[in-house]
């Protein structure tokens, strides 16, 4: 049988069903329903943070971030993350600077971030990578001593915490991706968790055209609005949510006892704070390659994923705007990288043959 580097949870068929029963007596399918206004209740408390705006998918949560937090001029981020991070960027008109990840947890380097701030720098938009967190600490020091703005891609770290906090607690917003693979989804979906009422407000014109009555617009604004069938999706998975973490890490713990040591192979530190999101090994070229890892699981109809590679400033449609080679550590590690299948109904049995494979 195929193995997928992920695979969507889902609740019981029946679960789902009742929960979106109701749809078809209300016929109030997006705009603000029940559902949704239910689900961004929910994901405060979770969160435990003052405001949660939905978005149909965690990029249009992103975009929308940037514009309502008035993002401008060049912007701190890293190269080693998803194509939406960097495309975001961009595609607001904002220039994105490089810093280099630290080689540990693959997250941006607070001293690199330092030496990119220039007089056009208004923020930092760091990425917290397969559910570890960034150096928040270090950050939030940083953005007060040259006055930035922190927006954080979190796409990764929901239900990760650091110090019995969430992702949202850091920085002045952070989006969340609720994709289908991720440990929670609402099939697509994402959010922005802020402190500020006023940008609460401002995201969600963001969303919803600038309308503010029906013969009023503020703004301009565009349509990411989520669903009344998302939003329940997003109701049920999150009554599972531990359930589908454990699972998870029980598959972490056989790649750990399995991988950790073996010649050629790095592993991430262990965190038993992280949400369990992504596995992923550094093959140190001792006695194989990444690519060939690679390859060899695939010939037994495994498929593990390059995630990152290649990083951002490499991309094609960025060609002579940036230069990888700028970022040498996050260059060498997408290299290197492989994120092995991993998710609840991945069984240990396979688990073990995947690192049969790779051992070999």
């Not at 029946?14 to 109030?28: K, T």
């Not at 802020?194 to 969600?204: F, I, N, T, Y």
């Not at 093959?283 to 990083?311: C, H, M, W």
Request: hydrophobic share 40%.
């Amino acid at each position: 049988m195929r193995i997928n580097v992920a695979r969507s949870s889902m609740p019981p068929f029946e679960e789902y069903c009742a929960e979106i029963r109701g749809l078809w007596d209300s016929r109030w399918l997006t705009n603000n329903g029940e559902k949704a206004l239910a689900l961004e209740a929910a994901l405060k408390a979770y969160l435990q943070t003052p405001n949660v705006v939905l978005f149909s998918n965690g990029h249009l949560a992103l975009e929308a971030a940037i514009r309502a937090m008035g993002l401008s001029g060049e912007v701190v981020t890293t190269p080693y993350t998803f194509a939406s991070t960097t495309h975001a960027l961009v595609r607001c008109g904002v220039t994105p600077v490089f810093a280099d990840i630290r080689p540990d947890t693959y997250t941006i380097d607070p001293t690199e971030i330092e030496k990119k701030i220039t007089e056009r720098t208004t923020a930092i938009v760091p990425v917290h990578v397969y559910g570890s967190f960034c150096d928040v600490e270090a950050i939030a020091a940083i953005a007060r001593k040259y006055h930035l703005k922190v927006l954080y891609d979190a796409a990764h770290a929901f239900g990760s915490t650091l110090n019995g906090q969430s992702a949202a607690a850091f920085g002045d917003a952070a989006m969340f991706s609720f994709h289908a693979t991720k440990v929670f989804h609402t099939v697509e979906g994402g959010a922005v968790a802020c402190k500020s009422d006023e940008l609460a407000e401002a995201l969600r014109l963001e969303r919803n055209y600038g309308i503010t009555g029906p013969e009023t617009t503020v703004s301009v604004g565009g349509n990411a609005k989520m669903n009344e069938f998302q939003a329940a999706m997003g109701l049920c998975n999150l009554r599972h949510l531990d359930e589908e973490m454990a699972k998870r890490r029980c598959v972490v713990a056989v790649y750990r006892k399995r991988l950790a040591g073996a010649p050629g192979l790095t592993l991430c530190p262990e965190n038993p704070c992280d949400n369990s999101a992504y596995f992923p090994v550094l093959f140190n070229g001792l006695s194989v390659t990444r690519d060939e890892a690679y390859a060899r699981l695939a010939a037994q109809d495994i498929y593990a994923r390059k995630y990152f590679y290649p990083i951002t400033s490499a991309f094609e449609c960025y060609a002579g705007r940036f230069n990888p080679d700028d970022t040498p550590v996050a260059k060498s590690v997408s290299e290197k990288i492989l994120t092995l299948p991993l998710y609840a109904d991945l069984s240990e049995g396979d688990a073990n043959r995947i690192c049969d494979i790779i051992l070999a």
